[in-house]
Structures are given as structure tokens and as C-alpha cells.
């Protein structure tokens, strides 16, 4: 064995605090999953990367650990094609319903190629960008990212919750069901970190009143704010044309109003906004029937799910080739997500539109140094070889006891809409 071949793998869930957020599927527990990865080379250089926290794939990369130590990290092309042949196929049904992607083999190679990258850069002496292209960009923008949510900071009953705290900090943990409450939400949250554009998860709530949010939104924000509204899929066809056209002039982008390429066309032709999606075209295979019925102008990547960062460069280019726009779809994560969002960030083409981040809602960190700064809304690329962040082994111990403590084993926003509202019922159409 040489010093560059992959000598372990290290697979360690964790729990985040997480607020009662809500969405088209229910209700965020209190505390967000995400899965620590660590591959260790036998020279002793350690690439990171973080995934969404499920056990099934955990198990997934437990087991592709047979494949994979012995393998030199610098050939990920092998290691993709082993990890290909060693699992069942998945195709893009398998992504499921909710507004999440619960395939296994996308999130285990991307969490391996974000590791693997992580150690190439750190022999090379490179961050992670530099190997996808070269920096296009210092800094890379994110936007706000508002929920509708109950009262409560996540975690522990009473845990986090500083009946005294001002700000973000107050805004974090307050109720926000009205048009009103959102607009106050998204005061503190732009005042807090800067940023520029401004995105409401919507689904939670009919329509209208999401619609009356939007509107309360623009007559304080002013145009120079762009807004974006996300339903998660959950409206009909006609509902979506109608309320569609009343927020025509208020909408940066509509994103995934409908569930479904033919009903996303539809009301693409009926609607004089461009419409983007993280639900309705979700991979490579997708592509052409999105082309040829023309479902979307915009596509929301996520490395996690598209099976990583060199994947995502390449789907940059087909959106390039094909009239698209791409952007960044985002879930609850930490900061070895974010900085891999960051580097992929400053090396695609363009960014015209802001990046999702939820990473305002979580109130914990893993990496050394604690939470990622935001300057103006954006964060700057890591300098540093590799992904330019370290895990902060202390913190990495008290998440993994929340995780063992917590007894969640992969998300389910409906068990805790339940606690809430006991015959609640997810429906892949509600409205």
C-alpha cells in the first residue's frame, strides 16, 4: 500500500438544533441530521465532507467501505464506477415526494468526492476551487432564507431559548405565521448577515395568505429586493397560473409551484416570470424531457444530491448549452457543506441568482473556528488547500451525542406535524 491510497473511512452521525420550521411536508424536528465523513489516507491526510443525516445511507456508506479503502483518492472516476456497480441502480422515483432527496448513491459519492477533493487539495496545496477551474469569483452570494414556523428555537425543551435575546437572536426563536411575522423575520435576518435577496418557503399555508406575505415583503423591502417564493409543489396547475399572475412584478423567480415537468411547463407559458426547480428536474436523466417541454428556466443544484461538485461543473455547462440558468438549492447543513457550496460557487460560470443557505436557522458548528461569517450577504472563498475548513473535534463529540440522545434516524417533517396537529395528512397536492 502507498501513502496515497485510502486506508478508513470514518462515518459520524450528528444532531444540529434545529427551529420548528414549517414547509409542504410538515414540520422540522428539533434537531437536523447530518452525517460527518471522513477519509483518511495511509500517510494520515484526512479529507472531510458533510452529507443530510439518514441511517439507511450511513449504512450505505458503511458498506461501500470495502470498495473504496485501497483506492487511490486522485482516481475518482474508479471510485464512481465502484461505487455504481456495487449498488442497486436509482432512478430519479426514488428521489420520493417530499421536498428532499432520499436516494442513497448521490449523497454517498458526493460525500466521498468532497472528502477526496478535500485531500487532493491539501497534497497539491490547492483549495477545492482551483481544482474545479479556477476562481471565478472572492465572493459568493447567498440569500435569506424565510420559513413559516412555530414558537421555539429547536433542541432540548427551553433549549437555546434566551427569553432576553434581541435581534436575529429573537427573531430565531419567534412565531412566525403571518404575513406580518415574516416580514419581521426577514428585518432581522437581512440586518443580521446582509443579505441581498430574499426567499419564503411556502406550502405551509393556502395560498393567499403566502401570496399576502410576498406582497408585504415588496412594500417593505422595495424592488430593489428580489424576492422568491417556494410552494415545494404542492399547488394545482390552476392554482399556481392564478396566484402565479398576482405576484407577476413581485417574483425574482417562482420556484416548483407545481409538482411534475408537464404541470411546471404549463405554467411556465402561462406565468411572465421565469420558474425554477429543485423538485421537478433533479438529475442528469431529467434533462431531456425538461428540455423538450421546456419545465423550467432556472435548475437549483445541490452537490449532495447530484452526486457532487464535479457533477454539478458539468451540469453548469448543459444548463449553459441549453438556455438555463443554475443555482443552488440548499438544506439544513453546517459549515463543511457551506464551504463546498462556496468553492463550487466561485467556480461555476456565473451565479445570477443568490444561493439558498439555511444556515442562519442552525445555532451550532462543527468546524474549527466556529460559525461561517457573512459579509454583505455573501461568504468568501477558503483559501487555504483543500476545503479550507477543519472538523472541531469537541463539537463533533457533543453533535453525536445529540445524535445518540435525540433517537431520529433520518428526517420526517410528518411524525413532528403530528405532535402539532394530531390527523395531519401530507398530500403531494393540497391546494
Known amino acids: ?112 468526492e ?37 414558537k421555539g428555537a429547536g433542541g432540548k425543551l427551553e433549549f437555546g431559548i434566551d427569553r432576553n435575546a434581541t435581534g436575529w437572536d429573537a427573531a430565531r426563536q419567534a412565531e412566525a405565521t403571518t404575513p406580518e411575522g415574516i416580514v419581521k423575520q426577514a428585518i432581522f435576518m437581512v440586518k443580521e448577515f446582509g443579505f441581498k435577496s430574499i426567499k419564503l418557503k411556502g406550502g405551509a399555508f393556502e395560498p393567499q395568505q403566502e401570496v399576502n406575505a410576498i406582497k ?5 423591502f422595495g424592488p430593489n429586493v428580489p424576492l422568491r417564493h417556494d410552494p415545494n409543489a404542492i399547488w394545482k396547475l390552476e392554482t399556481a397560473i392564478k396566484h402565479g399572475k398576482s405576484m407577476e412584478g413581485f417574483l425574482e423567480y417562482f420556484e416548483d409551484p407545481v409538482r411534475g415537468q408537464e404541470n411546471m411547463a404549463k405554467a411556465r407559458q402561462a406565468l411572465k416570470m421565469p420558474l425554477a426547480t429543485n423538485m421537478c428536474t433533479t438529475s442528469f436523466e ?43 438549492h440548499s438544506n439544513s447543513h453546517l459549515g ?3 464551504a463546498a457550496m462556496v468553492h463550487l460557487g466561485a467556480a461555476l460560470p456565473e451565479v445570477p441568482y443568490a444561493l ?53 434516524k433520518k428526517r420526517d417533517d410528518l411524525v413532528e406535524m403530528r405532535k402539532v396537529v394530531p390527523d395531519w395528512e401530507f398530500k403531494q397536492v393540497r391546494w
Open 286 to 328: 431529467d434533462i431531456p424531457k425538461s428540455i423538450k417541454l421546456g419545465a423550467e428556466d432556472i435548475i437549483l443544484s445541490d452537490h449532495h444530491f447530484w452526486g457532487g461538485l464535479r457533477s454539478s461543473m458539468e451540469l453548469s455547462r448543459i444548463c449553459s448549452t441549453f438556455g438555463r440558468k443554475l443555482s443552488m
Open 336 to 338: 463543511i457543506s457551506l
Open 1 to 112: 500500500m502507498t501513502g496515497l491510497t485510502i486506508k478508513d473511512i470514518i462515518i459520524t452521525p450528528i444532531a444540529a438544533t434545529d427551529p420548528p420550521l414549517l414547509n409542504a411536508a410538515g414540520l422540522h424536528a428539533p434537531y437536523a441530521l447530518r452525517t460527518i465523513v471522513e477519509v483518511v489516507t495511509h500517510d494520515n491526510i484526512i479529507g472531510i465532507s458533510e452529507i443530510p443525516g439518514n441511517s439507511d445511507i450511513d449504512d450505505a456508506l458503511e458498506k461501500s467501505k470495502e470498495i473504496i479503502i485501497g483506492k487511490d483518492p486522485f482516481q475518482l472516476n474508479q471510485i464512481r464506477d465502484a461505487i455504481e456497480s456495487h449498488f442497486d441502480s436509482e432512478t430519479t422515483a426514488q428521489r420520493g415526494d417530499a421536498p428532499w432527496d432520499q436516494r442513497k448513491i448521490v449523497h454517498v459519492f458526493s460525500a466521498i
Open 356 to 408: 439558498d443557505t439555511h444556515y442562519p436557522w442552525q445555532s451550532e458548528e462543527v468546524i474549527v473556528g466556529g460559525r461561517t461569517k457573512f459579509e454583505e450577504g455573501a461568504v468568501q472563498v477558503p483559501s487555504k488547500p483543500g476545503l479550507g475548513v477543519e472538523i472541531d473535534r469537541e463539537m463533533l463529540k457533543i453533535l453525536h451525542k445529540n445524535y445518540l440522545d435525540c433517537g431520529l
Open 216 to 220: 408585504a415583503l415588496y412594500a417593505h
Open 114 to 150: 468532497v472528502a477526496c477533493l478535500d485531500i487532493i487539495g491539501k497534497i497539491l496545496e490547492r483549495p477545492i476551487v482551483d481544482l474545479l477551474g479556477g476562481k471565478r469569483r472572492n465572493m459568493v452570494p447567498f440569500a435569506a432564507y424565510l420559513f413559516y414556523k412555530y
